[in-house]
């Protein structure tokens, strides 16, 4: 297939294109500007048999104090996005999260309100087939960050390298979290473009503490801290996910547990 990917070049943009090249995809892409309609016009992006939707402002704080620029970018961007595929009628596969829901059943940041708002719009937009994946946490080694730490575990696997001791903030110490490695989350990008149309929760369905998954990573060199001003709520979150009907259709699987997956991420940062 010939896949356009936005946001190419970022931590799963980069994985995604290594993984759908070696399977014989042809990767066309868009990196940057997605707010703005002249990106969506280039004649060198025309074609695409599917997209795959990545670019975002992910930064969660920064979104809190740059809301605007996260309206911008992860709301409009998406919605020429899919004026883009609508027309032609392409598939658009988007890249979604599970904190989408809160605490509460509704968004309580300005990230995920945004991301949701994209995502009901896209779900909603006449003549487009959308799928919106809310992926739980994704970790693991990627082209783009092999060298840098993005994220809480990659942070984590980077300090206990370097004989740093893995902090863990007290107040989240024992929430759970679903950790998808990442290479099962961009199969899942794949899978998803040939199936029908709706959201789906895309994860391990597996809890685990964070305390428990700091000691996976180093046993002997975890330290608890006190937790900084200005945590924002949705980190206390506790989320595990249930993904059997994409499993069914997408015919998907986790294929990397934790302790592999912190092996490989372990050896590709090192």
Excluded at 224 to 247: A, K, Q
């Amino acid at each position: 297939m010939r896949i356009l990917v936005s946001g190419s070049q970022g931590y799963l943009g980069n994985r995604l294109v290594e993984i759908a090249q070696e399977a014989g995809h042809t990767i066309m892409r868009v990196d940057y500007g997605v707010e703005h309609e002249w990106v969506w016009n280039r004649t060198e992006i025309l074609g695409a048999d599917a997209m795959i939707h990545l670019a975002a402002m992910t930064d969660l704080y920064q979104c809190e104090q740059e809301p605007h620029k996260s309206w911008q970018v992860n709301f409009w961007g998406s919605m020429l996005a899919g004026k883009f595929c609508a027309m032609p009628e392409i598939p658009i596969v988007f890249a979604s999260t599970d904190t989408v829901v809160g605490l509460a059943g509704y968004p309580i940041s300005v990230y995920d309100s945004h991301k949701l708002a994209a995502e009901r719009c896209l779900l909603a937009m006449p003549r487009l087939k959308a799928v919106s994946l809310r992926f739980s946490t994704i970790y693991g080694p990627s082209p783009s960050q092999s060298k840098k730490s993005r994220g809480v575990i990659n942070k984590w696997i980077k300090a206990s390298l370097a004989g740093q001791p893995v902090t863990v903030y007290k107040g989240v110490a024992g929430k759970f979290r679903d950790y998808l490695f990442i290479d099962d989350a961009i199969r899942a990008m794949l899978a998803a473009i040939n199936v029908p149309p709706g959201y789906y929760y895309i994860g391990t369905a597996k809890a685990t503490r964070i305390v428990d998954m700091a000691k996976t990573i180093d046993a002997g060199n975890v330290k608890l801290v006190n937790d900084p001003d200005g945590l924002h709520p949705i980190e206390y979150r506790t989320m595990v996910n249930n993904d059997v009907g994409f499993r069914e259709l997408g015919n998907w699987r986790v294929a990397v547990d934790i302790a592999e997956g912190i092996a490989l991420t372990r050896a590709a940062l090192a």
